[in-house]
T-cell receptor, first 115, second 113 residues
């Protein structure tokens, strides 16, 4: 069965510091991988996605993520965090085929940014 | 703005009642997905519709039902509500491409008292 693990429930960083949010997945084939961000009172906004090809993907707001098949990981990174990045971040895995679009989400990582 | 519209944004009701949540997908999108976000379970897939037909079911309770209408809007019906049904309910639509990317609405927050 598909599953996603985000080991860090809460991370606090200083503004300007680098950031890495961890994500591990369990899936029998090559997955579709996503990172979404949720600000308070808002819906989920897509940051970036991986389907195939280059394993380093660039997203919006200066985020990037790297797919590592050997580690079943898809960690999210940002070189310099801004206060506006404070939000909850969700990693998700999607399956191919007839259930395309059905996503399995991790429990999320809450990011706090200190000024 | 994702282009997905959900109403109502907030809803407070009592146990045993029934509510209907409404979703309009992005213009041109045929697929609609419903997700539930709760503190206990996180984000859980409930059900998927494609062009009016049910395509997949997830962890949806028998007290819950959904449908997609000819104009492609969808409704999620929640009945015999329990305290544990309090959650944020998201609707999402998927574009016609083969990428699996979902566009989420802002959600309907249901509080059952």
């Amino acid at each position: 069965a598909q599953s996603v693990t985000q080991p860090d429930i809460h991370i606090t960083v200083s503004e300007g510091a680098s950031l890495e949010l961890r994500c591990n997945y369990s899936y029998g084939a090559t997955p579709y991988l996503f990172w979404y961000v949720q600000s308070p009172g808002q819906g989920l906004q897509l940051l970036l996605k991986y389907f195939s090809g280059d394993t380093l993907v660039q997203g919006i707001k200066g985020f990037e993520a790297e797919f590592k098949r050997s580690q079943s990981s898809f960690n999210l990174r940002k070189p310099s965090v801004h206060w506006s990045d404070a939000a909850e971040y969700f990693c998700a895995v999607g399956v191919r085929g007839s259930t395309l679009g059905r996503l399995y989400f991790g429990r999320g990582t809450q990011l706090t940014v200190w000024p | 703005d994702s282009g997905v519209t959900q109403t109502p944004k907030h809803l407070i009701t009592a146990t045993g009642q029934r509510v209907t949540l409404r979703c309009s997908p992005r213009s041109g999108d045929l697929s609609v997905y419903w997700y539930q976000q709760s503190l206990d379970q996180g984000l859980q897939f409930l059900i998927q519709y494609y062009n009016g037909e049910e395509r997949a079911k997830g962890n949806i309770l028998e007290r819950f039902s959904a449908q997609q209408f000819p104009d492609l809007h969808s409704e999620l019906n929640l009945s015999s509500l329990e305290l544990g049904d309090s959650a944020l309910y998201f609707c999402a639509s998927r574009d016609r491409g083969n990428t699996g990317e979902l566009f989420f609405g802002e959600g309907s927050r249901l509080t059952v008292l």
